[in-house]
């Protein structure tokens, strides 16, 4: 995707829904590009055309999130990758930068197993050369295709894993990292019991955000993956507990 692409899908993931006219004024091109790129971006799925208008849709399909900032998110999948070594068993949980870092591994680790309560990224990596995916069971979301409730905690139970990615929709000093659904952050405390090491990636804009629900106490973390925009003070809190910080550029 171009760089205007990636533009046009921030726009519509504040808004939801825009004028194909205002999208045109906004970026500073004719409509009839800017009718093109909706062609393209609607034909991979990642929004909707109505007369008129563009909308952007469920903010909870990880598809149309891995979209979003796609190359920062995919620096970050690459960088955390490199902690995971051939022979080892990790859980990957739903969110846009755990996808394209299972994306990562089943293509360059030939002997990693992957332990994950999300479906898209079960159904993503599916063809991938060296996919080995094990897919709790659960209660089923189906706009997050993920897997919550006491059933996945239960499936669960039987792995222990060396290490546990998770993304996150929020970050306060009080709290720790943050998430938006009750029942996923809940499946998130759940699976962190299973895994030795509890690794963060998430993009900084995160951290100007506070979710409804906390997912992991900032004690819990051993390193976050996350960009060079992550507020310096938000850094120095993180560093002053422990938190290993990796950053790549934005």
């Known amino acids: 995707m ?3 692409h990636n533009r046009i899908l921030e726009i519509l993931a504040a808004n939801q829904r825009v004028e194909v006219t205002a999208l045109a004024d906004l970026l500073a091109v004719s409509q009839v590009t800017v009718r093109k790129d909706l062609d393209h971006l609607e034909a991979l799925g ?23 900032h796609y190359e920062v998110k995919r620096r970050i999948a690459r960088e955390a990758a490199t902690l995971v070594e051939e022979g080892e068993t990790v859980m990957i949980e739903s969110g846009s930068c ?15 197993t992957i332990v994950t309560n999300s479906a898209f990224i079960a159904n993503h990596i599916r063809h991938a050369p060296y996919s080995k995916v094990i897919l709790l069971g659960g209660e089923y979301q189906p706009a997050a295709q993920v897997l ?6 239960r499936s669960a139970e039987v792995f222990f894993s060396d290490k546990f990615f998770i993304g996150a929709d929020g970050f306060t000093p009080r709290y720790g990292f943050t998430g938006k659904d009750h029942l996923r952050a809940q ?10 090491q509890i690794i963060v990636l998430t993009e900084s804009e995160k ?31 993180l560093k002053q507990r422990n938190v290993d910080i990796r950053k790549v550029q934005s």
């Open 187 to 196: 499946t998130v405390r759940d699976l962190v019991e299973q895994a030795q």
């Open 98 to 112: 755990c996808a394209l870092l299972a994306e990562e591994l089943s293509h360059t680790r030939r002997d990693v």
């Open 46 to 68: 990642l929004l909707r055309r109505e007369h008129g208008f563009a909308l952007f849709g469920s903010i909870d399909d990880v598809g149309k999130r891995m979209a979003l």
């Open 2 to 4: 171009t760089e205007r």
């Open 207 to 237: 951290f100007f955000r506070q979710g409804s629900e906390g997912l992991v106490r900032t004690e819990e973390v051993e390193m976050v993956f996350t960009d060079d925009k992550i507020p310096p003070d938000m850094e120095a809190y």
């Open 148 to 153: 919550v409730g006491s059933i996945t905690r």
